[in-house]
């Protein structure tokens, strides 16, 4: 028997015989009569011929024990659990003496009020205590907290000596000038199982002590105060013990229905973050790290569609932990800038009730940047700005709460939430790579069903991921519902063909692949050449191809940015000296080559100082039609770029074919092409496994229809 359960039951028992004096009203007529219930009250219970205060009226026997508000009595062994003997309520009351709690589940904490002022009024009539509970059973207007919370620290400040106590619903209703100067919050946790065996055992003792009936603590932990209630409304210890696994059950089965990190395929920085704060999280349950030691908020940006609330939402999955999710779009859409901020106040007060727990703040950008030269709106963006900064500031105090922030365009927050301590690290979620592709697919064809499935082998996904290199974990999964709506259209099993046709791989042509494999190898050896950052991959395929580079200078001369031009410009060289003539590929928009080799030509004369002079201009590239003399300088830094990249290329023409041949064999390299030599496939070896990809792959089963061409970014970028 736990060593604190004899003080319960003395407690309950000590409760439940406090006498009821003539003037008092009973507790479920007068909680009718405060909440509007009027129609529930049972009149005959009432005089209403005699005044209630006149003292020849009695409602003895007429209070319901704890054993009838399990509630109360779950707030009580709680209570007592923290308390394990009276002189422990004592100390709490003593002259001065300034106490404060923190309820968790939130909902619960004004019965715990209620059982606290009886228990007191039981064991000290005598002491005098101002007692503040600054959220109650029924759900109250929002300033309402705060201004038992500010009530409360007025009272505590006036002299007097007396003892002060504070239940919180929630310890960020606490301002952080008060948390500063008051003593440590004692942290009241959800209900477990010894506590709720105890509380349902007043009723009858024996049974459910101890008993396997009730579910394990961590799911109990889940439950919110309206399961709480739901559970123990029953009248009957079976039952309340019935509801509270059927209600745990269905918290479960809500959150597994959710990924997990091994469901998503990921790999390189972002994956192995991921990873580590699974594993800090376990190590801070288990009491082997501090809150304070382990990153605390992560900002995950990338392009639409790789995946980045999913992560999210992994994480949380594999760490066991509720999600709580919100956005700025969600908080603008209540209304007004007031509405917004109340929203944005609530979604980060139930990360707070729920914790531990993860907080997935969407579309983090959506806030804005009070650097923006966008004008407009700007005093609303300030204010939600400095309304986001308050919130983050109060939830990252708070143990156990995780903040993982997505977005598309990590340059459009303002720099304030950014910084280290609001948000501890940046990471990019890239497409995934031609592992993670081929583990995606395995993955989505693997969940249809056996009927719909038919015979996709292995080989079938090789060539598949292969082909569909660089496409998004959202094109994956869009494709496989359109390959499935293809198949049902002809009567069939989905086919490696209705997979290829939905991902927009059409009939591949050689020639094509050839010119677009030049001119990848093109860029990747004059990178390699100039040592212009680090490549991480190469890929090529119909709609064109990549060449992925990191760890880029952060600083730079004119030498260094003229080589960079070079590179930009390799792959229209590469064509030039190997296929005869270049093609359009090099240019259209501002990210193809020759839109951004003309920008950083721009920069280097009007944005750098590295040129002909001294003048700055914001954006040089803009100007460039209005200033003949600023254009010609840029049209010399652009011939003098590629005359130094068809040198390069000349020189090191061996290595070119080499990696071409390698690009049109395997299609997608990772890691750098050059770290390990090898030797380059034969033609006719490329020859014969292209010709087995497009018969294998683009052609769909007989009845099945064909698709468009996919969309893809125009090759050339390095």
């Not at 039952?239 to 469901?263: I, N, S, W």
């Not at 980045?308 to 969600?330: I, N």
Request: hydrophobic fraction near 50%; charged fraction near 25%.
């Amino acid at each position: 028997m736990p060593d604190w359960l004899p003080r319960f039951y003395t407690a309950a028992a000590l409760i439940d015989a406090r006498p009821l004096t003539a003037e008092e009203m009973p507790e479920h007529v007068f909680e009718a009569l405060v909440e509007g219930r009027i129609g529930e009250i049972d009149l005959e219970e009432i005089d209403e011929t005699v005044p209630i205060e006149e003292p020849e009226i009695s409602f003895a026997d007429t209070r319901p024990g704890l054993a009838q508000r399990p509630l109360r009595a779950l707030a009580l062994a709680r209570l007592c659990r923290a308390l394990p003997t009276a002189e422990d309520l004592a100390r709490w009351l003593a002259p001065g003496a300034i106490t404060v709690i923190a309820c968790r589940p939130a909902g619960l904490a004004g019965d715990l009020a209620i059982v606290l002022a009886q228990l007191i009024e039981a064991e000290h009539p005598t002491r005098k205590l101002n007692l503040v509970c600054s959220s109650g059973r029924a759900t109250a207007p929002e300033t309402k907290p705060l201004d038992a919370v500010a009530g409360f620290w007025k009272d505590a400040l006036a002299e007097g000596g007396g003892a002060h106590l504070l239940i919180l619903g929630d310890a960020a209703q606490l301002p952080r000038r008060m948390a500063r100067l008051l003593p440590p919050v004692l942290q009241l946790g959800p209900p477990d199982r010894e506590v709720v065996a105890a509380a349902l055992s007043l009723g009858d003792p024996g049974p459910l002590v101890g008993d396997c009936a009730l579910p394990q603590d961590a799911a109990l932990a889940r439950l919110g105060a309206d399961a709480w209630r739901l559970a123990l409304r029953l009248p009957d210890l079976a039952g309340r013990a019935a509801e509270l696994r059927r209600l745990t059950e269905v918290a479960a089965g809500t959150r597994d229905a959710g990924p997990v990190l091994e469901d998503l395929c990921l790999d390189g920085p972002v994956a192995a973050a991921a990873r580590r704060l699974v594993a800090d999280i376990a190590a801070w349950r288990a009491g082997r790290i501090a809150w304070s030691q382990m990153t605390r908020s992560l900002l995950i940006y990338g392009e639409p569609g790789t995946g980045k609330t999913w992560l999210a939402r992994a994480v949380a999955g594999s760490a066991g932990l509720p999600l709580v999710t919100a956005s700025l779009a969600e908080w603008q859409a209540a209304g007004h800038l007031g509405d917004m901020l109340r929203e944005m106040r609530a979604a980060f007060a139930r990360a707070r009730s729920n914790a531990p727990c993860v907080l997935i703040l969407d579309e983090l950008d959506a806030a804005g940047s009070r650097a923006s030269g966008d004008r407009h709106a700007v005093s609303y963006r300030a204010q939600v700005i400095a309304g986001l900064l308050q919130e983050l500031d109060g939830v990252l105090g708070l143990k156990g709460v995780l903040v993982l922030a997505t977005t598309n365009d990590a340059r459009a927050i303002d720099p304030a939430l950014l910084r280290p301590g609001r948000i501890d690290r940046v990471l990019a979620l890239p497409r995934p790579s031609p592992a993670a592709v081929r583990a995606i697919l395995a993955r989505l064809v693997a969940a249809l069903p056996g009927a719909v499935r038919g015979a996709i082998t292995g080989a079938d996904l090789d060539r598949l991921s292969r082909r569909a290199a660089g496409r998004s974990p959202a094109e994956l999964d869009a494709a496989l519902r359109e390959a499935q709506s293809r198949a049902r259209e002809a009567g069939r099993a989905v086919t490696a063909g209705d997979i290829a046709a939905a991902l927009g791989l059409g009939r591949e042509d050689p020639a094509v692949l050839r010119r677009v494999a030049v001119h990848e190898a093109g860029h990747a050896v004059m990178l390699h050449q100039t040592r212009r950052g680090r490549i991480t991959g190469a890929r090529i395929g119909m709609t064109g191809g990549h060449v992925a580079v990191e760890d880029l200078p952060l600083l730079d001369t004119r030498a260094g940015l003229e080589d960079q031009l070079a590179c930009c410009l390799a792959g229209r060289a590469a064509e030039e000296l190997i296929l005869g003539a270049p093609t359009t590929g090099a240019g259209g928009g501002a990210a193809s080559d020759l839109g951004r080799a003309t920008q950083l030509a721009a920069e280097i004369e009007r944005g750098y100082g590295l040129g002909a002079g001294l003048l700055w201009q914001a954006d040089p590239g803009a100007v460039l039609a209005t200033d003949p003399a600023l254009a010609a300088r840029v049209e010399a830094h652009l011939q003098r770029a590629l005359r130094h990249a068809r040198a390069t290329l000349i020189a090191e023409r061996p290595r070119l074919e080499a990696l071409t041949a390698r690009l049109l064999a395997e299609r997608v390299i990772e890691g750098d092409p050059f770290a390990a030599p090898r030797t380059a496939p034969a033609a006719a070896r490329w020859g014969a496994e292209a010709g087995a990809d497009v018969a294998a792959v683009t052609a769909p089963a007989a009845g099945g229809p064909t698709g468009p061409a996919g969309t893809e970014a125009r090759h050339g970028g390095a």
